[in-house]
């Protein structure tokens, strides 16, 4: 008899229905309770990296200004910083890269000199691309 039994399950192959249904059901609920803990980090790694970016812009800013003994003007923006402007003493590219990089949301950063919180400005409006917001959607600077 146990040998029917056995001979049973040996000859047995893949899975029942119910058994994926099972796995399936497993794999959702996991899904459910991992997933928006994830996605909720997206926003706030973002901002990150934008502080890190207009602190890096800072700077190289900061830099510009000690060779030239000004920093950039709001016309000459932040590609003065890789290419010359026709600044005397002008000693560049003060970046690495040679394009000016976009914000994590894909934008043009924001800059302004002389500006109204100090020498100069450097903002971007984050993920909803306007001023003010809360979140993933505030706005993030260089007098903060």
Known sequence: MTYKIFRLFKEKKGFTLIELLVVIVILGLLAALVGPRMFGKVGTSKQGAAKTQ??????????????????????????????????????????KKKKIPLDPWRKQYNYEAPGNNGDYDLYTYGADGSEGGEKENKDINSWD
């Open 54 to 95: 207009i602190e890096l812009f800072g700077q190289a800013l900061d830099q510009f200004r000690l060779d030239t003994g000004r920093y950039p003007l709001t016309a000459e923006g932040l590609e003065a910083l890789t290419n010359n402007p026709g600044v005397e003493g002008w000693d560049g590219p003060y970046l």
